[in-house]
Protein backbone atom coordinates (compact mmCIF):
# COMPACT_ATOMS: atom_id res chain seq x y z
CA UNK A 1 0.00 0.00 0.00
CA UNK A 2 0.89 3.64 -0.48
CA UNK A 3 2.27 5.38 2.41
CA UNK A 4 0.07 8.54 1.62
CA UNK A 5 -2.80 9.47 0.57
CA UNK A 6 -3.77 11.04 -2.74
CA UNK A 7 -6.63 13.23 -3.81
CA UNK A 8 -8.83 13.42 -6.39
CA UNK A 9 -11.06 15.98 -8.19
CA UNK A 10 -12.86 15.62 -4.71
CA UNK A 11 -11.65 14.44 -1.56
CA UNK A 12 -8.97 12.14 -0.55
CA UNK A 13 -8.20 8.71 -2.52
CA UNK A 14 -6.46 6.21 -1.07
CA UNK A 15 -4.72 4.22 -3.84
CA UNK A 16 -2.80 1.17 -4.00
CA UNK A 17 0.72 0.85 -4.98
CA UNK A 18 0.51 -1.94 -6.96
CA UNK A 19 -2.44 -2.26 -9.55
CA UNK A 20 -3.37 -5.93 -11.39
CA UNK A 21 -3.07 -5.67 -14.92
CA UNK A 22 -5.15 -7.75 -16.68
CA UNK A 23 -5.90 -7.93 -20.25
CA UNK A 24 -9.31 -7.32 -21.43
CA UNK A 25 -10.10 -7.95 -25.25
CA UNK A 26 -11.22 -4.62 -27.21
CA UNK A 27 -15.05 -3.70 -27.47
CA UNK A 28 -15.83 -0.39 -29.44
CA UNK A 29 -15.92 2.47 -26.97
CA UNK A 30 -19.17 3.29 -27.76
CA UNK A 31 -20.26 0.09 -27.14
CA UNK A 32 -18.72 -0.01 -23.67
CA UNK A 33 -20.85 2.90 -22.59
CA UNK A 34 -24.32 1.78 -24.05
CA UNK A 35 -26.95 1.27 -21.63
CA UNK A 36 -26.56 -2.08 -20.04
CA UNK A 37 -29.03 -4.61 -18.44
CA UNK A 38 -28.54 -6.81 -15.31
CA UNK A 39 -26.04 -9.81 -16.17
CA UNK A 40 -27.85 -13.33 -16.78
CA UNK A 41 -25.01 -14.69 -17.04
CA UNK A 42 -23.81 -17.08 -13.74
CA UNK A 43 -22.21 -15.36 -10.77
CA UNK A 44 -18.49 -17.18 -10.13
CA UNK A 45 -18.25 -18.45 -6.33
CA UNK A 46 -15.69 -16.53 -4.72
CA UNK A 47 -12.07 -17.99 -3.97
CA UNK A 48 -11.03 -16.37 -0.68
CA UNK A 49 -7.23 -16.14 0.33
CA UNK A 50 -5.76 -15.14 3.30
CA UNK A 51 -4.63 -10.92 2.80
CA UNK A 52 -4.63 -9.31 6.43
CA UNK A 53 -2.25 -6.36 6.28
CA UNK A 54 0.54 -5.28 8.96
CA UNK A 55 -1.54 -3.02 11.12
CA UNK A 56 -5.22 -4.13 9.55
CA UNK A 57 -7.74 -6.53 11.82
CA UNK A 58 -6.99 -9.84 11.76
CA UNK A 59 -8.66 -12.33 9.35
CA UNK A 60 -8.89 -10.14 6.56
CA UNK A 61 -9.21 -12.13 3.09
CA UNK A 62 -9.36 -11.17 -0.54
CA UNK A 63 -10.53 -12.86 -3.88
CA UNK A 64 -11.00 -11.52 -7.52
CA UNK A 65 -14.79 -11.04 -8.57
CA UNK A 66 -14.91 -11.24 -12.58
CA UNK A 67 -17.44 -8.56 -14.21
CA UNK A 68 -18.58 -8.08 -17.84
CA UNK A 69 -17.01 -4.85 -19.29
CA UNK A 70 -20.04 -4.01 -20.66
CA UNK A 71 -23.50 -5.18 -18.65
CA UNK A 72 -25.64 -5.03 -21.98
CA UNK A 73 -23.00 -8.06 -22.84
CA UNK A 74 -22.73 -10.10 -19.92
CA UNK A 75 -21.03 -13.31 -21.55
CA UNK A 76 -18.35 -10.56 -23.30
CA UNK A 77 -14.83 -9.30 -22.40
CA UNK A 78 -14.39 -9.30 -18.18
CA UNK A 79 -12.68 -7.06 -15.58
CA UNK A 80 -11.57 -7.96 -12.72
CA UNK A 81 -12.17 -6.89 -8.89
CA UNK A 82 -10.75 -7.14 -6.18
CA UNK A 83 -12.66 -7.91 -3.06
CA UNK A 84 -12.27 -8.33 0.70
CA UNK A 85 -14.20 -9.84 3.97
CA UNK A 86 -13.97 -9.31 7.39
CA UNK A 87 -15.97 -12.27 8.93
CA UNK A 88 -18.16 -11.86 11.36
CA UNK A 89 -16.01 -12.85 14.83
CA UNK A 90 -19.53 -13.59 16.66
CA UNK A 91 -21.36 -16.26 14.26
CA UNK A 92 -24.27 -16.63 15.87
CA UNK A 93 -24.75 -12.88 16.10
CA UNK A 94 -24.37 -12.24 12.70
CA UNK A 95 -27.52 -11.44 10.49
CA UNK A 96 -26.34 -10.68 7.17
CA UNK A 97 -23.01 -8.59 5.34
CA UNK A 98 -22.00 -4.81 5.37
CA UNK A 99 -20.39 -3.01 2.35
CA UNK A 100 -17.65 -0.67 2.95
CA UNK A 101 -18.45 1.88 -0.05
CA UNK A 102 -15.54 4.20 -0.90
CA UNK A 103 -14.97 8.14 -1.72
CA UNK A 104 -13.31 9.35 -4.60
CA UNK A 105 -14.39 8.83 -7.11
CA UNK A 106 -10.50 6.57 -6.86
CA UNK A 107 -10.78 5.23 -3.12
CA UNK A 108 -10.13 1.92 -2.56
CA UNK A 109 -12.59 -0.38 -0.86
CA UNK A 110 -10.17 -3.03 0.01
CA UNK A 111 -7.96 -0.27 1.95
CA UNK A 112 -10.74 1.52 3.26
CA UNK A 113 -11.99 -2.11 5.08
CA UNK A 114 -8.04 -2.31 6.33
CA UNK A 115 -8.02 0.63 8.10
CA UNK A 116 -11.80 0.34 9.13
CA UNK A 117 -12.45 -2.88 9.44
CA UNK A 118 -11.20 -3.40 13.49
CA UNK A 119 -13.11 -0.28 14.54
CA UNK A 120 -16.42 -1.58 12.65
CA UNK A 121 -16.03 -4.72 14.36
CA UNK A 122 -15.44 -3.05 17.78
CA UNK A 123 -19.05 -1.19 17.17
CA UNK A 124 -21.32 -4.00 15.52
CA UNK A 125 -20.18 -6.64 17.72
CA UNK A 126 -20.51 -9.58 14.82
CA UNK A 127 -23.62 -8.64 13.48
CA UNK A 128 -22.51 -8.66 9.92
CA UNK A 129 -19.71 -10.16 7.65
CA UNK A 130 -17.84 -6.59 6.39
CA UNK A 131 -17.28 -6.53 2.92
CA UNK A 132 -15.71 -4.26 0.55
CA UNK A 133 -14.32 -3.96 -3.16
CA UNK A 134 -12.21 -1.73 -5.42
CA UNK A 135 -14.45 0.00 -7.99
CA UNK A 136 -13.19 -0.86 -11.48
CA UNK A 137 -10.20 1.36 -12.15
CA UNK A 138 -8.66 1.08 -8.53
CA UNK A 139 -6.03 -0.65 -6.49
CA UNK A 140 -6.04 -4.10 -7.40
CA UNK A 141 -9.20 -3.80 -10.13
CA UNK A 142 -8.63 -3.78 -13.63
CA UNK A 143 -7.36 -0.40 -14.14
CA UNK A 144 -6.50 2.16 -17.57
CA UNK A 145 -4.59 4.78 -18.29
CA UNK A 146 -4.50 7.92 -19.69
CA UNK A 147 -1.35 8.42 -20.49
CA UNK A 148 -1.09 12.31 -18.61
CA UNK A 149 2.38 13.68 -18.46
CA UNK A 150 3.48 14.32 -14.69
CA UNK A 151 3.14 17.76 -15.23
CA UNK A 152 -0.54 17.40 -15.70
CA UNK A 153 -1.06 14.76 -11.97
CA UNK A 154 -0.28 17.00 -9.54
CA UNK A 155 -3.15 17.72 -7.54
CA UNK A 156 -3.05 21.61 -8.41
CA UNK A 157 -3.36 21.07 -11.94
CA UNK A 158 -5.82 17.81 -11.54
CA UNK A 159 -8.08 20.80 -9.89
CA UNK A 160 -8.18 23.70 -12.15
CA UNK A 161 -6.67 26.34 -10.04
CA UNK A 162 -6.18 29.62 -12.32
CA UNK A 163 -3.43 31.31 -12.74
CA UNK A 164 -2.51 33.76 -10.12
CA UNK A 165 -4.51 36.83 -11.67
CA UNK A 166 -7.40 34.87 -12.36
CA UNK A 167 -6.70 34.02 -15.97
CA UNK A 168 -7.84 30.38 -17.18
CA UNK A 169 -5.91 30.34 -20.61
CA UNK A 170 -4.00 27.47 -18.64
CA UNK A 171 -6.30 25.62 -17.56
CA UNK A 172 -8.11 25.26 -21.20
CA UNK A 173 -5.18 23.84 -22.59
CA UNK A 174 -4.70 21.65 -20.03
CA UNK A 175 -8.12 20.51 -19.99
CA UNK A 176 -8.08 19.75 -23.38
CA UNK A 177 -4.94 17.96 -23.58
CA UNK A 178 -6.13 15.87 -20.53
CA UNK A 179 -9.21 15.03 -22.29
CA UNK A 180 -7.57 14.37 -25.68
CA UNK A 181 -5.04 11.59 -23.87
CA UNK A 182 -7.62 9.93 -22.29
CA UNK A 183 -9.79 10.02 -25.49
CA UNK A 184 -6.72 8.14 -27.01
CA UNK A 185 -5.28 5.96 -24.31
CA UNK A 186 -7.99 5.31 -21.98
CA UNK A 187 -9.85 2.63 -24.07
CA UNK A 188 -12.96 0.90 -23.40
CA UNK A 189 -11.81 0.02 -19.52
CA UNK A 190 -11.99 4.37 -19.35
CA UNK A 191 -15.07 4.99 -20.67
CA UNK A 192 -16.63 2.09 -18.30
CA UNK A 193 -15.97 3.39 -15.33
CA UNK A 194 -19.03 5.00 -13.94
CA UNK A 195 -21.06 5.48 -10.94
CA UNK A 196 -24.06 2.82 -12.72
CA UNK A 197 -21.66 0.48 -13.68
CA UNK A 198 -20.36 0.78 -9.56
CA UNK A 199 -23.82 0.01 -8.65
CA UNK A 200 -23.86 -2.75 -10.64
CA UNK A 201 -20.69 -4.57 -9.80
CA UNK A 202 -21.85 -4.21 -6.04
CA UNK A 203 -24.99 -5.98 -6.73
CA UNK A 204 -23.03 -8.64 -9.03
CA UNK A 205 -21.04 -9.25 -5.90
CA UNK A 206 -23.75 -9.48 -3.41
CA UNK A 207 -24.79 -12.41 -5.89
CA UNK A 208 -21.03 -13.70 -5.01
CA UNK A 209 -21.32 -13.17 -1.84
CA UNK A 210 -24.96 -15.34 -1.55
CA UNK A 211 -27.16 -12.36 -0.25
CA UNK A 212 -30.41 -11.72 -0.81
CA UNK A 213 -29.98 -7.99 0.86
CA UNK A 214 -26.78 -5.72 2.12
CA UNK A 215 -26.64 -3.07 4.75
CA UNK A 216 -23.68 -0.33 3.72
CA UNK A 217 -21.67 2.38 5.13
CA UNK A 218 -20.91 4.55 2.43
CA UNK A 219 -18.67 7.77 2.78
CA UNK A 220 -18.21 10.91 0.61
CA UNK A 221 -18.35 9.75 -3.12
CA UNK A 222 -19.58 6.49 -1.56
CA UNK A 223 -23.27 7.91 -0.83
CA UNK A 224 -23.83 8.83 -4.30
CA UNK A 225 -22.79 5.44 -5.30
CA UNK A 226 -24.86 3.89 -1.85
CA UNK A 227 -27.85 6.30 -3.39
CA UNK A 228 -28.07 5.25 -6.53
CA UNK A 229 -27.93 1.38 -5.61
CA UNK A 230 -30.76 2.11 -3.32
CA UNK A 231 -32.93 3.49 -5.94
CA UNK A 232 -32.08 0.96 -8.69
CA UNK A 233 -32.17 -2.20 -5.98
CA UNK A 234 -34.34 -1.23 -3.18
CA UNK A 235 -35.36 -4.61 -2.52
CA UNK A 236 -31.77 -5.77 -1.74
CA UNK A 237 -31.04 -2.83 0.41
CA UNK A 238 -31.33 -3.64 4.45
CA UNK A 239 -29.91 -1.14 6.78
CA UNK A 240 -28.03 1.63 4.52
CA UNK A 241 -25.84 4.34 6.07
CA UNK A 242 -24.72 7.49 4.26
CA UNK A 243 -22.21 9.36 5.49
CA UNK A 244 -20.88 12.92 3.98
CA UNK A 245 -23.35 13.50 1.63
CA UNK A 246 -23.74 16.12 -1.45
CA UNK A 247 -26.15 16.98 -4.00
CA UNK A 248 -27.66 14.56 -6.61
CA UNK A 249 -28.74 17.10 -8.65
CA UNK A 250 -28.74 14.27 -11.69
CA UNK A 251 -28.17 17.21 -14.47
CA UNK A 252 -25.02 18.41 -12.50
CA UNK A 253 -23.83 15.53 -10.74
CA UNK A 254 -19.97 16.05 -9.89
CA UNK A 255 -19.78 19.49 -11.42
CA UNK A 256 -22.55 20.79 -8.49
CA UNK A 257 -19.95 18.71 -6.03
CA UNK A 258 -16.76 20.46 -7.25
CA UNK A 259 -19.03 23.76 -6.98
CA UNK A 260 -20.34 23.38 -3.73
CA UNK A 261 -16.78 22.98 -2.42
CA UNK A 262 -15.68 26.96 -2.14
CA UNK A 263 -19.18 26.56 0.15
CA UNK A 264 -17.37 24.16 2.30
CA UNK A 265 -14.22 25.52 2.73
CA UNK A 266 -16.00 28.83 3.83
CA UNK A 267 -18.20 26.57 6.66
CA UNK A 268 -15.11 25.35 7.80
CA UNK A 269 -12.42 27.99 8.02
CA UNK A 270 -13.72 29.00 11.21
CA UNK A 271 -13.08 25.90 12.88
CA UNK A 272 -9.28 26.42 12.10
CA UNK A 273 -8.79 30.33 12.70
CA UNK A 274 -10.61 29.34 16.45
CA UNK A 275 -7.48 26.63 16.68
CA UNK A 276 -4.98 28.97 15.55
CA UNK A 277 -6.12 31.71 17.13
CA UNK A 278 -5.81 29.89 20.72
CA UNK A 279 -2.96 30.37 23.11
CA UNK A 280 -2.24 26.95 23.78
CA UNK A 281 -0.49 26.86 20.08
CA UNK A 282 1.92 28.94 21.20
CA UNK A 283 3.75 26.37 22.99
CA UNK A 284 4.07 24.30 19.72
CA UNK A 285 5.27 27.48 17.98
CA UNK A 286 1.94 27.24 15.52
CA UNK A 287 -0.15 30.36 17.21
CA UNK A 288 -0.71 32.15 14.10
CA UNK A 289 -2.73 35.08 15.49
CA UNK A 290 -4.48 36.93 19.34
CA UNK A 291 -7.82 36.53 17.44
CA UNK A 292 -9.54 33.79 15.25
CA UNK A 293 -11.06 36.86 12.84
CA UNK A 294 -7.41 37.46 12.05
CA UNK A 295 -6.58 34.30 10.86
CA UNK A 296 -8.00 34.63 7.11
CA UNK A 297 -7.13 37.39 6.26
CA UNK A 298 -3.66 36.43 7.08
CA UNK A 299 -3.85 33.42 4.86
CA UNK A 300 -5.63 35.53 2.22
CA UNK A 301 -2.58 37.70 2.26
CA UNK A 302 -0.26 35.11 3.11
CA UNK A 303 -1.22 33.26 -0.43
CA UNK A 304 -1.27 36.35 -2.50
CA UNK A 305 2.15 37.59 -1.79
CA UNK A 306 3.00 33.73 -2.69
CA UNK A 307 1.00 34.42 -5.55
CA UNK A 308 3.81 37.00 -6.76
CA UNK A 309 6.80 35.64 -5.49
CA UNK A 310 6.48 31.75 -4.70
CA UNK A 311 8.85 30.39 -2.05
CA UNK A 312 11.42 27.65 -2.95
CA UNK A 313 10.87 24.16 -0.55
CA UNK A 314 12.54 21.48 0.34
CA UNK A 315 11.01 19.41 -2.90
CA UNK A 316 13.50 20.94 -5.70
CA UNK A 317 11.15 22.20 -8.82
CA UNK A 318 8.00 23.24 -6.26
CA UNK A 319 7.94 25.88 -5.15
CA UNK A 320 5.11 27.27 -2.20
CA UNK A 321 2.53 28.85 -4.53
CA UNK A 322 -0.18 30.75 -3.46
CA UNK A 323 -1.95 27.77 -5.24
CA UNK A 324 -0.43 25.44 -3.30
CA UNK A 325 -0.91 27.07 0.08
CA UNK A 326 -4.66 27.26 -0.90
CA UNK A 327 -4.73 23.50 -2.08
CA UNK A 328 -2.69 22.33 1.39
CA UNK A 329 -6.02 24.52 3.38
CA UNK A 330 -8.29 22.66 1.60
CA UNK A 331 -6.61 19.21 2.47
CA UNK A 332 -6.02 20.17 6.11
CA UNK A 333 -9.89 21.32 6.69
CA UNK A 334 -10.50 17.30 6.09
CA UNK A 335 -9.66 16.76 9.77
CA UNK A 336 -8.35 18.95 13.02
CA UNK A 337 -5.31 15.89 13.68
CA UNK A 338 -3.89 17.94 9.95
CA UNK A 339 -4.61 21.42 11.53
CA UNK A 340 -0.80 21.34 12.94
CA UNK A 341 0.95 20.80 9.54
CA UNK A 342 -1.32 23.36 8.07
CA UNK A 343 -0.16 25.87 10.47
CA UNK A 344 3.37 24.87 10.10
CA UNK A 345 3.06 25.37 6.78
CA UNK A 346 2.33 28.75 7.03
CA UNK A 347 4.96 29.69 9.44
CA UNK A 348 7.65 28.72 7.08
CA UNK A 349 5.97 30.27 4.49
CA UNK A 350 6.33 33.68 6.83
CA UNK A 351 10.06 33.05 7.79
CA UNK A 352 12.37 34.01 5.47
CA UNK A 353 14.62 32.27 7.07
CA UNK A 354 12.47 28.73 7.25
CA UNK A 355 12.44 26.67 4.08
CA UNK A 356 8.77 25.06 3.59
CA UNK A 357 8.28 21.07 3.59
CA UNK A 358 5.63 19.72 1.56
CA UNK A 359 3.62 16.90 2.13
CA UNK A 360 3.68 14.17 -0.88
CA UNK A 361 0.08 15.22 -1.75
CA UNK A 362 1.53 18.76 -2.48
CA UNK A 363 4.73 17.67 -3.97
CA UNK A 364 4.22 14.73 -6.52
CA UNK A 365 2.36 13.90 -8.86
CA UNK A 366 -0.71 11.46 -8.61
CA UNK A 367 0.05 8.02 -10.55
CA UNK A 368 -1.21 7.84 -14.19
CA UNK A 369 -4.00 5.31 -13.15
CA UNK A 370 -5.38 7.39 -10.28
CA UNK A 371 -5.91 10.24 -12.38
CA UNK A 372 -7.77 8.45 -14.79
CA UNK A 373 -10.50 6.90 -12.23
CA UNK A 374 -10.48 10.57 -10.72
CA UNK A 375 -11.13 12.21 -14.23
CA UNK A 376 -12.62 9.13 -15.76
CA UNK A 377 -15.76 8.75 -13.80
CA UNK A 378 -17.05 12.24 -13.29
CA UNK A 379 -16.75 13.03 -17.08
CA UNK A 380 -18.60 9.52 -17.70
CA UNK A 381 -21.30 10.38 -15.66
CA UNK A 382 -22.96 13.56 -17.37
CA UNK A 383 -22.00 15.62 -19.84
CA UNK A 384 -20.18 19.46 -18.67
CA UNK A 385 -22.06 21.31 -21.26
CA UNK A 386 -21.47 24.92 -21.19
CA UNK A 387 -19.67 26.45 -23.54
CA UNK A 388 -15.47 27.41 -22.92
CA UNK A 389 -16.51 31.07 -22.79
CA UNK A 390 -18.94 30.77 -19.69
CA UNK A 391 -15.95 29.56 -17.32
CA UNK A 392 -13.47 32.81 -17.41
CA UNK A 393 -16.81 35.16 -15.67
CA UNK A 394 -17.30 31.96 -13.37
CA UNK A 395 -13.64 31.87 -11.68
CA UNK A 396 -14.23 35.76 -11.56
CA UNK A 397 -17.33 35.60 -9.85
CA UNK A 398 -15.85 32.58 -7.39
CA UNK A 399 -12.62 34.90 -6.68
CA UNK A 400 -14.39 37.23 -5.43
CA UNK A 401 -17.38 35.97 -3.47
CA UNK A 402 -15.41 32.73 -2.39
CA UNK A 403 -11.38 33.73 -2.21
CA UNK A 404 -10.29 31.17 0.04
CA UNK A 405 -10.77 28.94 -3.03
CA UNK A 406 -9.96 31.10 -5.75
CA UNK A 407 -12.53 30.46 -8.55
CA UNK A 408 -11.32 27.08 -8.61
CA UNK A 409 -14.17 24.98 -8.05
CA UNK A 410 -16.00 26.17 -11.05
CA UNK A 411 -13.50 26.29 -13.17
CA UNK A 412 -12.78 24.63 -16.98
CA UNK A 413 -12.02 20.63 -16.24
CA UNK A 414 -11.43 18.16 -18.57
CA UNK A 415 -14.65 16.95 -18.75
CA UNK A 416 -16.00 19.84 -20.73
CA UNK A 417 -13.83 18.41 -23.67
CA UNK A 418 -14.81 14.77 -23.23
CA UNK A 419 -15.17 13.18 -26.34
CA UNK A 420 -17.71 10.99 -25.42
CA UNK A 421 -21.57 11.97 -24.40
CA UNK A 422 -22.30 9.42 -21.07
CA UNK A 423 -24.14 6.66 -22.51
CA UNK A 424 -26.76 6.60 -20.01
CA UNK A 425 -28.17 9.28 -18.01
CA UNK A 426 -27.57 9.69 -13.59
CA UNK A 427 -30.04 8.37 -11.29
CA UNK A 428 -32.55 10.61 -10.08
CA UNK A 429 -32.83 9.60 -6.08
CA UNK A 430 -36.23 9.78 -5.03
CA UNK A 431 -38.59 9.14 -2.08
CA UNK A 432 -39.84 6.17 -3.48
CA UNK A 433 -38.43 2.78 -1.69
CA UNK A 434 -38.29 1.57 1.59
CA UNK A 435 -37.47 3.37 4.51
CA UNK A 436 -33.82 2.38 5.28
CA UNK A 437 -31.98 4.76 5.06
CA UNK A 438 -29.55 7.06 7.91
CA UNK A 439 -27.85 9.96 6.63
CA UNK A 440 -25.15 11.18 9.15
CA UNK A 441 -23.35 14.70 8.42
CA UNK A 442 -20.90 17.29 10.17
CA UNK A 443 -21.94 20.26 9.91
CA UNK A 444 -18.76 22.36 8.47
CA UNK A 445 -17.74 19.73 5.74
CA UNK A 446 -15.01 21.28 3.61
CA UNK A 447 -15.40 19.03 0.42
CA UNK A 448 -19.33 18.00 0.85
CA UNK A 449 -20.82 20.79 2.67
CA UNK A 450 -24.13 20.56 4.38
CA UNK A 451 -26.13 22.47 2.67
CA UNK A 452 -25.54 19.86 -0.20
CA UNK A 453 -26.60 17.07 2.05
CA UNK A 454 -29.85 19.01 3.09
CA UNK A 455 -30.25 18.40 -0.73
CA UNK A 456 -29.97 14.32 -0.49
CA UNK A 457 -32.24 14.41 2.32
CA UNK A 458 -35.14 16.00 0.39
CA UNK A 459 -34.80 13.77 -2.77
CA UNK A 460 -35.07 10.83 -0.19
CA UNK A 461 -37.86 12.25 1.36
CA UNK A 462 -39.87 9.60 3.73
CA UNK A 463 -37.29 6.81 3.10
CA UNK A 464 -34.49 8.30 5.34
CA UNK A 465 -33.58 10.22 8.28
CA UNK A 466 -30.70 12.79 8.85
CA UNK A 467 -28.32 13.10 12.00
CA UNK A 468 -26.48 16.48 11.77
CA UNK A 469 -23.33 16.46 14.05
CA UNK A 470 -22.05 20.03 14.95
CA UNK A 471 -18.77 19.20 14.05
CA UNK A 472 -16.25 19.97 11.62
CA UNK A 473 -14.19 17.60 9.05
CA UNK A 474 -14.88 15.12 6.21
CA UNK A 475 -16.72 11.86 7.27
CA UNK A 476 -18.75 11.62 10.89
CA UNK A 477 -19.22 7.93 11.54
CA UNK A 478 -15.75 6.57 13.05
CA UNK A 479 -14.11 9.92 11.91
CA UNK A 480 -14.85 12.73 14.64
CA UNK A 481 -15.24 11.07 17.75
CA UNK A 482 -18.37 12.68 18.26
CA UNK A 483 -20.12 9.88 20.48
CA UNK A 484 -23.61 10.62 19.76
CA UNK A 485 -23.16 10.57 16.22
CA UNK A 486 -21.90 7.23 16.51
CA UNK A 487 -23.84 6.11 18.74
CA UNK A 488 -26.72 6.79 16.44
CA UNK A 489 -25.35 5.13 13.23
CA UNK A 490 -24.13 1.74 15.60
CA UNK A 491 -28.02 1.46 16.80
CA UNK A 492 -29.33 1.51 13.68
CA UNK A 493 -26.70 -0.82 11.93
CA UNK A 494 -26.95 -3.55 15.15
CA UNK A 495 -31.13 -3.21 16.34
CA UNK A 496 -32.39 -1.14 13.13
CA UNK A 497 -33.85 1.58 15.25
CA UNK A 498 -33.57 5.19 13.60
CA UNK A 499 -34.29 8.22 15.19
CA UNK A 500 -38.35 9.15 14.50
CA UNK A 501 -37.07 12.24 12.70
CA UNK A 502 -33.93 14.04 11.44
CA UNK A 503 -32.10 14.77 14.99
CA UNK A 504 -28.84 16.76 16.17
CA UNK A 505 -25.60 15.50 17.71
CA UNK A 506 -23.61 18.60 19.97
CA UNK A 507 -20.06 18.83 19.38
CA UNK A 508 -17.73 16.11 21.22
Not at 290 to 293: E, H, M, N, S, T
Not at 371 to 375: F, G, T
Given at each position: ?????H???????S?T????A?????????????A?????????AL????C????G?AG??CA??????D??????????L?VS?L??????????A?I?I????????VQ?????G??L???L?????L??????G??G??????????????????????A?DG????N??R?????D????????V????????E????D?F????G????????????TY?G?????????H???WV??SN??????R?????L????V???????????WAA???????????A????EV?????AL????D?E?KE?T?????L?G??L?Q???N?L???DA???????????QD?????V????????M???D?????G?I?ND??????????????A???????L?????V???P????K?A??EP??????R????????Q??????????GA?????????????V???S??????L???N?CG?R?VT??L?T?Q??E???????R
Open positions: MTSYAQGLFRTLAAVATLAVTAVPAAQAGTRTASSAPVPTWRAAQPGPQEELPVPLYSRPDGPQLTARRSDKPTARRGLVPGGPGGSGRLTDKTARGQGGAYDVSLDPRVGSTRASCGLDAADRHLVTLRSWPAGIDGIAARRTAACARNGGPLRSLTTANVRDIRRQALEEKLSAWGESYGVAEYAQKYPQTDRLDDDPDPSVARGWANMAGVEDRMPDFAADPARADDGLWLRKADRPLFLAAKLRPTTPGVPTTLRALQAESDFPQLAQLIKAAPAATPLTPDLSQAPDEAAVAIVCVRWPDPVSSYGPAVAGRATYPTAGMPNITCTFWDPAPARITDGPSDILLINRRDPDTPYSLRMRAAFGARARLTVDGGHGSYGTGADTRFTGRPSDTECAG
